[in-house]
């Protein structure tokens, strides 16, 4: 079985933010577009706020502790694009054929994500530079 038949849709593209209160607001601002749900995902250090767009999601993610990943993004390289979430049907099987295929992972395991689900990511160096996350609705 291909990768590429594993992924169902994309999930979300989420941006790292310093400030997620002005950029929620600038995507009302601009789009019209309402947040539908926030989470402070504690394992992560992270705070996100989701914008609905068709069946998928803008993820907009700022830092809960300069330490966490996301924080350490931000201070490396700023603001913008983090990472692109694709929906999958089993976690598992998806992470299992990327590690069996020989590519790099961040994750050994699924793992609990925001809004229950179970992810899983993929190191940006098997992703030609883009940490990419895999994400099973439960």
């Known amino acids: 079985m291909s990768l590429g038949s594993l992924l169902t849709e ?7 933010v310093r400030d997620i209160e002005a950029a929620a607001g600038w995507y009302r601002d601009v789009f019209g577009a ?11 250090g992270v705070e996100e706020a989701l914008i609905k767009v068709a069946d998928s999601y ?7 502790k300069p330490d966490s990943p996301v924080g350490k993004f931000l201070e490396s390289r700023g603001e913008g694009l ?7 049907d089993d976690c598992a099987a998806a992470l299992e054929a990327v590690k069996s295929a020989g590519h790099r992972v961040v994750d050994e395991a699924p793992r609990p994500g925001s809004r229950n689900t179970t992810v899983a990511f993929l190191h940006p160096k098997s992703g030609f530079g883009t940490l990419i ?3 099973q609705e439960n």
């Open 58 to 64: 803008i993820q907009l993610l700022t830092p809960t």
């Open 133 to 135: 996350e895999l994400v």
């Open 82 to 88: 983090h990472h692109v979430a694709y929906r999958v």
């Open 34 to 44: 309402e947040v539908t749900h926030r989470e402070v995902v504690e394992s992560d």
């Open 10 to 16: 994309v999930d979300h593209i989420a941006i790292a």
